[in-house]
């Protein structure tokens, strides 16, 4: 049996995994999960997958569920998000936390000897270079979750890395892709929270509509696939149905396909390949199917894209810098207290003063990202007044 722990258990991307893990309760045991505001959902996974551990934040939360469960394990506070992904040696862990608060889990389960199943994007944008580098080192796997990754890994498989031209990562191009720069200003959160195609986490979806989403996963592959900026492409595809594609040097292009499921690429990370029985999920029938569609990305009206790809060129720390910016001004969106434009142009803002401090090691993330939130707050803060 293969221990699973799922950090953010309770997200969209942890349930999904628990929802793949009741498909194969033969193959899998619940190693630890954990939760930061939802207890009564953490106690009904307890009582279903029975796991040695569960983490929440604070003494209050574990008191409730010591009362009901008193054999579990249970630890409590902010570090115990880090110390529980390296408590089971030689686990496999999947990260679903939102943010960069995953890049310390991830480095704790490498040490652990843990391969990780890695939803965290964030994780690979503010740590690539570390991270993938610690992987290496010890000697274990960085799996793809992202359904996009997922895609370019399986398309991948059997090929020599020199064979390929480029990845192209597609993207749905969110609820606005149709959208004048005019109207973009008056978007509401509820507009930017109905995505088209996808159901997920409030933060991603925010993500989704700026498309700095996408901007992430340019970085995110560029870190799991060691490949170039240059050899990274993206292309809309509003259907949402090819999950990414490899060009080949030959001219040939392999593409992944399906319906826009997450539990597809989550049970791929988790078997490391192919199911040998039918998965339940939904099936695509060519015949109705329709129309596939590709678009150039609208660099002008989406600019977080070509912020992302400038940051992963220039290195250092400005992947880490424009990912925390944006993770505070995609949260102060989603409290209502900036307008949806200001979200990229507080990235743009933070970045404009930045000045590249050298980066070798986690301490120097750290200190970058620190300081990005600290001026993305600032700005809030001052923009907030006339929101
Ligand atoms: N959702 C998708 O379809 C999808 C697809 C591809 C990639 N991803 C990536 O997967 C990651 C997770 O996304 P998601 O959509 O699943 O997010 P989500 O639904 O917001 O779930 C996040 C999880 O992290 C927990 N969490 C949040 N803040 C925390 C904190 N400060 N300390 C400890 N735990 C905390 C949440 O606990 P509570 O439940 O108690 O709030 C929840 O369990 C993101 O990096 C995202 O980009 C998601």
């Not at 700026?210 to 340019?218: A, D, P, Q, R």
């Amino acid at each position: 049996m293969q221990t699973v722990s799922i950090l953010g258990a309770t997200g969209s991307i942890g349930t999904q995994t628990l929802d793949v893990l009741r498909q194969h309760r033969d193959r899998f045991q619940v190693g630890a999960l954990t939760t930061f505001r939802r207890v009564s959902e953490l106690k009904a996974m307890i009582e279903e997958f029975e796991p040695q551990h569960v983490v929440v934040s604070n003494k209050q939360q574990r008191d409730e569920i010591i009362r009901d469960y008193p054999k579990v394990d249970i630890l409590y506070g902010a570090n115990a998000y880090t110390e529980i992904a390296g408590a089971i040696q030689d686990a496999l862990v999947v990260n679903a936390f939102v943010g960069s608060m995953g890049i310390s889990p991830t480095i704790k389960a490498i040490e652990a000897h843990c391969s990780v199943a890695l939803a965290n994007k964030e994780t690979l944008v503010a740590a690539g270079q570390l991270v993938m580098a610690k992987a290496k080192e010890v000697g274990v796997r960085i799996i793809p979750v992202d359904s996009e990754h997922s895609a370019i890994a399986q398309c991948l498989q059997g090929y020599e890395a020199q064979s390929v031209e480029r990845l192209i990562l597609t993207a749905s191009g969110g609820p606005f892709r149709l959208m004048d720069q005019e109207a973009l200003q008056y978007v509401t959160l509820a507009d930017a929270l109905a995505h088209p195609t996808w159901r997920m986490g409030p933060k991603i979806t925010v993500d989704s509509a700026t498309l700095m989403n996408k901007g992430l996963e340019v970085i995110e592959a560029h870190h799991l696939f060691a490949m170039p900026f240059d050899q990274i492409d993206v292309v809309v595809h509003p259907q949402s149905i090819i999950h990414s594609l490899v060009e080949f040097k030959d001219g040939a292009l392999l593409a992944q396909l399906g319906a826009p499921d997450m539990r597809v690429p989550i049970q791929y990370a988790l078997l490391e390949g192919r199911s040998l029985t039918t998965s339940p999920y939904k099936r695509l029938d060519l015949k109705t199917l329709g129309s596939l569609t590709f678009e150039s990305p609208d660099w002008g009206r989406f600019p977080a894209l070509r912020i992302a790809y400038e940051c992963g060129r220039l290195g250092g720390g400005y992947p880490t810098v424009m990912n925390a910016a944006n993770e505070v001004a995609a949260q102060a969106f989603l409290r209502d207290e900036i307008s949806f434009l200001s979200i990229v142009d507080i990235v743009s803002d933070v970045l404009d003063r930045y000045q590249n401090d050298p980066i070798t090691s986690l301490d120097d993330i750290f200190a970058a990202d620190h300081f990005a939130r600290a001026l993305a707050m600032e700005i809030v803060f001052e923009r907030g007044k006339d929101h």
